[in-house]
């Protein structure tokens, strides 16, 4: 294949009016924007299930569902409270959904029916408690809601309580099975798995650092190896980490960095630990998200502020980044995913 289709989850507090429809041509090294493909509010965090028949996002008061087709067919809105949530995924098996919301720290597990794709009712709800010292840590921030590879846990990330949750969740109840702490003050926000070794690397939003941890399947435990900057030292500016994702054979990993406005690109040696690289711009202002397309020869990064996509090329060998000079409008992106097939 050489042709992509992609979503993009968006805020709608300007003129975005829901998740809009991309192409990637990797032959012709073009990316173009279909159009809306789901009006919603603020379907910020985008999500498939891993035949990737579905679309799921974040929604007024849970999770939206869609099917993938030609087009995106809206089949389900669950709408359980006030608010929405920031990250939404799908469990291994299928069974189940979760959401993480940032605003009252909360941690919600939902009901999938593996026939229909539809998310139909929220079976458990976790609210997490604490504080740190930074002033954004002032409660519980929920930022990430992902399950384990190997499917025995859902892991979250709050932002501000400075922990990484593990919870079971098979029964249908989340029940807590271990807490990670950061560091005071490091803020973690999102997490990436290895492909095939027991590791995570976690980014953080106020240190800037990307930690890696090693990850015991048999308690859900995670242990710190090493915490490495991700922006330059002599940079006083601000700028706040964003996503983090990791090349499909394991020796990369790619950090973003709003305000410092770049992919940090860092190699990973065989105990997982990471050496840095480079940094490449984004070509643009606050790359909230970016995803590595699915022939790995590129990476299509998400402006929110100067609301556009930018197509960054990709050395397998290497690693690095170059610009390609792509750019495409697509107003308030947050979140690219990609179809695989």
């Known amino acids: 294949m050489t042709k992509y289709k992609g979503f993009i989850g968006t805020y709608t507090k300007k003129s975005s009016k829901g998740v809009y429809e991309i192409e990637l041509d990797t032959e012709k090294e073009n990316l173009t924007v279909k159009g809306v493909a789901a009006e919603g509010k603020s379907p ?87 504080e740190g010292p930074h002033e954004r840590q002032d409660a519980a921030h929920a930022h990430f809601s992902g399950f384990t590879p190997d499917g025995k846990y859902l892991v979250a990330v709050d932002l501000g309580t400075d922990e990484i949750i593990s919870y079971t969740y098979q029964s249908g109840e989340l029940k807590q099975a271990a807490v990670f702490n950061a560091e005071p003050g490091a803020g973690p926000r999102h997490l990436t798995f290895h492909p095939d070794k027991p590791l995570a690397y976690v980014m953080t ?35 706040q980490g964003s996503a983090i994702h990791m090349s499909s054979d394991g020796r990369f990993v790619y950090a973003g960095n709003r305000g410092h406005n770049s992919i940090a690109v860092y190699s990973a040696e065989e105990n997982g630990e990471l050496t840095h690289i480079e940094y490449a711009e984004t070509e643009g202002n606050w790359p909230r998200d970016f995803v590595l397309d699915p022939s790995e020869a590129y990476i299509v990064a998400a402006n929110q502020e100067s609301d556009s996509l930018v197509l960054l090329k990709r050395d397998k060998e290497s690693g690095r980044l170059t610009k390609t000079d792509v750019k495409v409008e697509v107003p308030e992106p947050v979140c690219v995913k990609f179809l695989s097939k």
């Not at 409270?81 to 939902?110: K, M, N, Q, W």
């Not at 650092?209 to 242990?223: I, N, P």
């Open 44 to 130: 910020a965090y985008v999500n498939m299930d891993a035949e990737q028949e579905y679309l799921y996002t974040v929604a007024p008061g849970g999770i939206a569902s869609y099917k993938i087709g030609d087009s995106l067919s809206a089949i389900a809105h669950v709408n359980e409270r006030d608010g929405s949530p920031c990250h939404v995924s799908v469990s291994p098996d299928g069974e189940f959904a979760a959401s993480a919301t940032y605003l009252d720290g909360t941690i919600a597990l939902f009901k999938r029916d593996k026939e229909t794709g539809k998310v139909t009712e929220q079976l458990s709800l976790i609210q997490h408690e604490g």
């Open 205 to 239: 939003e106020l240190s800037n650092e990307v930690l890696v941890l090693a990850y015991d399947s048999s308690t859900g435990a995670f242990r710190q190896l090493q915490a490495i900057p991700a922006i330059p030292g002599d940079f006083t500016e601000n700028s």
